[in-house]
């Protein structure tokens, strides 16, 4: 069962939350996250992508970088930015976005849950993305990173909840720059702790909706702390790491898209031929955006038009919780069988562009340092955890996830 634990969180002072708190490092480009931290010098992204304060010639896996992550946060810890909450807590962290509220519980979860498949994944990670997150938890001596997990609803924990947000006052609540609303309240009651611990424990599975990297990170360095101290017991800080713990009832998931560079040596019309000879493929006529409204339909902007492809019942029908998700047909028919991306974890090909950047990223993309764009309809939450529960695993990028966990709310110390 699921191991859950309060901690002394870092986090931001009152005064500094909605400066610091700041998207997931990995959700803008370099260029992107120098823009933002140049307009604000309390940003968590000096933290998180701390090569904005270095320059630009210096590769963002430099030693460098970690080294001035390090730097960056031991600045904000003097100067009071961030402070180390006085005793262990969990917390409660509530996100609206247009008028939807995704609520869940912060706490610590177990590196050993994560190893024994209590904490569940569904997606393999990128070597140099894990390992990127690895060096920055290792030099920053903290978990910088807050992961998404879901579970089916425990009404003891969904009652604490309720009780706080309708009796307590938060201790963050504030508006971010893309009009999300972030509410925080602090579990502090030893009898609400003890509860929230026991019904997790009741909990079979966790799984990770999004954070696969910093997870897997987290991991590598508890493992890496294992080898140094044999006699370690468990209970040290540096076997558990944060997350935020949502039911699923909560959650949704956006589409999350596919660009390529190229056609793998096709003509236009080539590529297309070779798209029809499986699935049934229509131009969307007057330069018209087409965006798939279900599962089995996915839009294709090439050369200035959309495209609809539909794979139809003899590939979204087979009975295999992987290969009948959308991604995957993509992914085995189109963009391996004819583009030849064998392992879009590491070809350099293909990019992957979240649905919360809409339709006119894609076109923006295929128009400028790519050549096509697939517009995919988003995997189920219930899909995701078909394929977690049958141990298998999704293609690369197969979700996106709304609203974003913001990342220097809380931080957790391995010391």
Same mark, same amino acid.
């Given at each position: 069962m699921a191991i859950v634990k309060p901690f002394r969180a870092i986090r931001p002072a009152n005064n500094y939350v909605d400066m610091?708190?700041?998207?997931?490092?990995?959700?803008?480009?370099?260029?992107?996250?120098?823009?933002?931290?140049?307009? &604000?010098?309390?940003? $968590?992204?000096?933290?998180?992508?701390?090569?904005?304060?270095?320059?630009?010639?210096?590769?963002?896996? /430099?030693?460098?970088?970690?080294?001035?992550?390090?730097?960056?946060?031991?600045? $904000?810890?003097?100067?009071?930015?961030?402070?180390?909450?006085?005793?262990?807590?969990?917390?409660?962290?509530?996100?609206?976005?247009?008028?939807?509220?995704?609520?869940?519980? *912060?706490?610590? *979860?177990?590196?050993?849950?994560?190893? &024994?498949g209590i904490i569940?994944?569904?997606?393999?990670?990128?070597?140099?993305?894990?390992?990127?997150?690895?060096?920055?938890?290792?030099?920053?001596?903290?978990?910088?990173?807050?992961?998404l997990l879901t579970y089916k609803n425990r009404k003891k924990v969904d009652e604490i909840i309720n009780f706080y947000v309708k009796n307590e006052i938060p201790i963050y609540d504030f508006i971010s720059n893309d009009e999300v609303r972030h509410t925080v309240w602090k579990i502090y009651r030893q009898n609400d702790l003890k509860d929230i611990v026991d019904e997790f424990d009741k909990v079979p599975y966790l799984y990770i909706a999004d954070g696969?990297?910093?997870?897997?990170?987290?991991?590598?360095?508890?493992?890496?702390?294992?080898? =140094?101290? =044999?006699?370690?017991?468990?209970?040290?800080?540096?076997?558990?790491?944060?997350?935020?713990?949502?039911?699923?009832?909560?959650?949704?998931?956006?589409?999350y898209n596919r660009v390529v560079?190229?056609?793998?040596?096709?003509?236009?019309?080539? $590529?297309?031929?070779?798209?029809?000879?499986?699935?049934?493929?229509?131009?969307?006529?007057?330069?018209?955006q087409y965006k798939p409204n279900k599962k089995g339909d996915v839009g294709m902007f090439l050369d200035g038009d959309w495209y609809k492809i539909e794979f139809g019942d003899k590939y979204t029908? *087979? /009975?295999?919780? *992987?290969?009948?998700?959308?991604?995957?047909?993509?992914?085995?028919?189109?963009?391996?069988?004819?583009?030849?991306?064998?392992?879009?974890?590491? /070809?350099?090909?293909?990019? $992957?562009?979240?649905?919360?950047?809409?339709i006119d990223e894609l076109e923006k993309r295929a128009n400028s340092d790519m050549e096509v764009a697939f517009a995919m309809y988003p995997t189920g939450l219930d899909e995701l955890i078909a394929v977690a529960d049958a141990n298998k695993i999704m293609p690369a990028k197969s979700t996106w996830f709304e609203p974003k966990v913001r990342c220097g709310l809380f931080l957790h110390e391995l010391d």
């Open positions: 610091v708190a700041e998207l997931p490092y990995d959700v803008m480009n370099r260029e992107e996250a120098k823009e933002m931290g140049k307009k &604000n010098k309390y940003s $968590f992204i000096h933290i998180d992508r701390a090569e904005i304060d270095l320059d630009d010639e210096i590769d963002e896996h /430099d030693e460098k970088v970690y080294l001035k992550a390090r730097e960056n946060l031991n600045k $904000f810890r003097e100067k009071n930015i961030l402070i180390k909450e006085k005793q262990e807590c969990i917390y409660i962290y509530r996100e609206i976005m247009d008028g939807r509220a995704q609520t869940g519980i *912060v706490a610590c *979860v177990s590196v050993d849950d994560y190893i &024994n569940k994944i569904h997606e393999y990670t990128k070597p140099d993305k894990e390992l990127d997150r690895t060096n920055h938890i290792k030099y920053c001596n903290a978990n910088t990173g807050t992961i696969h990297h910093r997870a897997a990170a987290a991991v590598n360095i508890a493992k890496e702390k294992r080898e =140094q101290n =044999q006699n370690y017991t468990g209970d040290e800080e540096f076997n558990y790491y944060i997350a935020m713990i949502a039911p699923q009832d909560n959650l949704e998931v956006l589409d560079k190229d056609l793998n040596g096709n003509t236009k019309q080539e $590529f297309i031929d070779k798209i029809a000879q499986k699935f049934n493929i229509e131009k969307i006529p007057d330069k018209k029908k *087979v /009975d295999d919780e *992987v290969k009948s998700l959308d991604i995957s047909i993509l992914q085995d028919n189109i963009l391996d069988e004819i583009l030849g991306i064998k392992d879009p974890r590491r /070809d350099k090909r293909i990019d $992957f562009v979240g649905g919360i950047r809409g």
